[in-house]
C-alpha cells in the first residue's frame, strides 16, 4: 500500500468553523489530490499541488484552500464550514513518469466530515 | 465540458458469469484510461490502465477494451466471486489538472453465490 495518511479520519463540526484536513505521504511523490466524493456526484476534484507551494484550484474548490509546505504534506483548510461540506474527503498522491505513459494515482483512506 | 458516464444501476451477476462494466466519455480523447476498484468505506484502488493504441488489456481475470471510435471502455470480470463485488470506477487523466483523475460515478456489481 501507498504511504498515504489522512487525519482526522472522522470528525464531527459544527457550522462556521475552521476545519483543517491533512495528508501525509512518504513516497515522496511530486503530484497531491485532495477529492471529495458524495452519492450521486462521484469523486470530485478539489485543489491538488504539483510540487511545494505549488497549488491550483479543481473542479469544486470553492470554500477549500490548500497549503503544500512541505513535499509530504498537504492540508486542506475549510474557512467556514458549512453543511454543504458534509462529504468524505480522499487525499491521493501521483508520480507523472511522462505525459504518454499514463499516471497511476494512489489514495488515502479517507476521512469523513460532518457539519451540523 | 468533458464527460465520462458509468451505468449507474447496479450490476447483480452469479458467481462464475463474466461481469462487463461500460464507460463512455464525451468531449475528449484520452490517450489512457484507467480503472479502479472502490471497497465500502475505502479509497480507489488502482486495477489497470489501457492506452489509446492498445485494443485490450488483460490482468489475471480482468480485461479492459478501449475502443477511441466509439468512445467506450468495456471492464470484463471473468469467472466472477463474491469477493468481487465493490464499485468499479472508470477514469482518464487530465494534464490541465495536474493529471488528476476524473472519474465516473462508477457502477456497483454484487456477485451473489
Known amino acids: 500500500d501507498a504511504g498515504i495518511t489522512q487525519s482526522p479520519r472522522h470528525k464531527v463540526t459544527e457550522t462556521g468553523t475552521p476545519v483543517t484536513l491533512r495528508c501525509h505521504q512518504t513516497e515522496n511523490h511530486r503530484y497531491m489530490y485532495w477529492y471529495r466524493q458524495d452519492p450521486g456526484h462521484g469523486l470530485r476534484l478539489i485543489h491538488y499541488?504539483?510540487?511545494?507551494?505549488?497549488?491550483d484550484k479543481g473542479e469544486v474548490s470553492d470554500g477549500y484552500s490548500v497549503s503544500r509546505s512541505k513535499t509530504e504534506d498537504f492540508l486542506l483548510t475549510l474557512e467556514s464550514a458549512t453543511s454543504s461540506q458534509t462529504s468524505v474527503y480522499f487525499c491521493?498522491?501521483?508520480?507523472?513518469?511522462?505525459?504518454?505513459?499514463?499516471?497511476?494515482?494512489?489514495f488515502g483512506e479517507g476521512s469523513w466530515l460532518t457539519v451540523v | 465540458s468533458q464527460k465520462i458516464e458509468q451505468n449507474s444501476e447496479a450490476l447483480n451477476i452469479q458467481e462464475g458469469k463474466t461481469a462487463t462494466l461500460t464507460c463512455n466519455y464525451t468531449n475528449y480523447s484520452p490517450a489512457y484510461l484507467q480503472w479502479y476498484r472502490q471497497d465500502p468505506g475505502r479509497g480507489p484502488v488502482f486495477l489497470l490502465l489501457i492506452r489509446e493504441n492498445e485494443k485490450e488489456k488483460r490482468k489475471e481475470r480482468l480485461k479492459v477494451t478501449f475502443d477511441t471510435t466509439l468512445k467506450q471502455s468495456l471492464f470484463h470480470i471473468t469467472a466472477s466471486q463474491p469477493a468481487d463485488s465493490a464499485t468499479y470506477l472508470c477514469a482518464f487523466s487530465n494534464s490541465n489538472s495536474g493529471y488528476a483523475l476524473n472519474f465516473g460515478k462508477g457502477t456497483s456489481l454484487l456477485v451473489t453465490p
Open positions: 499541488s504539483y510540487g511545494v507551494k505549488d497549488t
Open positions: 491521493a498522491i501521483s508520480e507523472i513518469m511522462d505525459g504518454n505513459s499514463g499516471n497511476t494515482i494512489y
